[in-house]
């Protein structure tokens, strides 16, 4: 295991539901992203929170909303998906050098959640 | 902001041959590029990376060459096995950091389209 666990891993809603992705890093990193993996895109960075502040939000729709509680700990909210949503979302943390967060460094992603929209 | 370009989209090689996957990138001032394994049904897990102070990286059958004047970085695995099968993801970082807080350099990493490599037996 890496340290990055995500749950559920499998999560079926209606365009109608909302439901929250969970993710927790137990490897004191100081950075943590979602990204999503379609078979049509490439790993796309959705939203970066660094120190448990939200640095990155690369145009996200508003029916995707983040939550970072703590540094451990990051959230996905969802609401009135798409089925184009229908994805795998995953999540990463990393640890820049000299303490500062950084992407330049080694991240580590969660297995992700498979998510359906039915 | 950066663009990363990654060829080929699939690559099928036998047992023991050698597979290249190329990526070009179009930010002169991105320094660190990572390569990113996926198999079937599980994560990402970084391979090996390189940064702009070197050309060249190697760790026993995977290495990386950069060429930073031309933009493009390659991954080259020697010796193929089965178990090297998986998408391949190559990754630069954007050159200068757009974090609003200062002091936290969180430079984004974009990724390439993926490389699915097929290691025949």
């Known amino acids: 295991e890496t340290g990055v666990t995500q749950t559920p891993r499998h999560l079926v809603m209606g365009m109608t539901n909302k439901k929250s992705l969970k993710c927790e890093q137990h490897l004191g990193h100081n950075a943590m992203y979602w990204y999503k993996q379609s078979a049509k895109k490439p790993l796309e960075l959705m939203f970066v929170?660094?120190?448990?502040?939200?640095?990155e939000n690369n145009s996200v729709p508003s029916r995707f909303s983040p939550e970072c509680p703590n540094s451990s700990h990051l959230f996905l909210h969802l609401h009135t998906l798409q089925p184009e949503d229908s994805a795998l979302y995953l999540c990463?943390?990393?640890?820049?050098?000299?303490?500062?967060?950084?992407?330049?460094?080694?991240?580590?992603f969660g297995q992700g959640t498979r998510l359906t929209v039915v | 902001g950066e663009n990363v370009e990654q060829h080929p989209s699939t690559l099928s090689v036998q047992e023991g041959d050698s597979a290249v996957i190329k990526c070009t990138y179009s930010?002169?001032?991105?320094?660190?590029f990572p390569w990113y394994k996926q198999e079937l049904g599980k994560r990402p897990q970084l391979i090996i990376d390189i940064r702009s102070n070197v050309g060249e990286k190697k760790d026993q059958r995977i290495a990386v060459t950069l060429n930073k004047t031309a933009k493009h970085f390659s991954l080259h695995i020697t010796e193929t096995q089965p178990e090297d099968s998986a998408v391949y993801f190559c990754?630069?970082?954007?050159?200068?950091?757009?974090?609003?807080?200062?002091?936290?350099?969180?430079?984004?990493?974009?990724f390439g389209t993926g490389t699915r490599l097929q290691v025949f037996p």
């Open positions: 990754a630069a970082n954007e050159g200068e950091s757009r974090s609003r807080l200062p002091g936290h350099n969180t430079d984004k990493l974009i």
């Open positions: 930010d002169s001032a991105s320094n660190y």
């Open positions: 929170y660094s120190l448990e502040e939200r640095v």
């Open positions: 990463a943390s990393s640890q820049g050098p000299r303490g500062q967060p950084s992407m330049n460094t080694e991240a580590f």
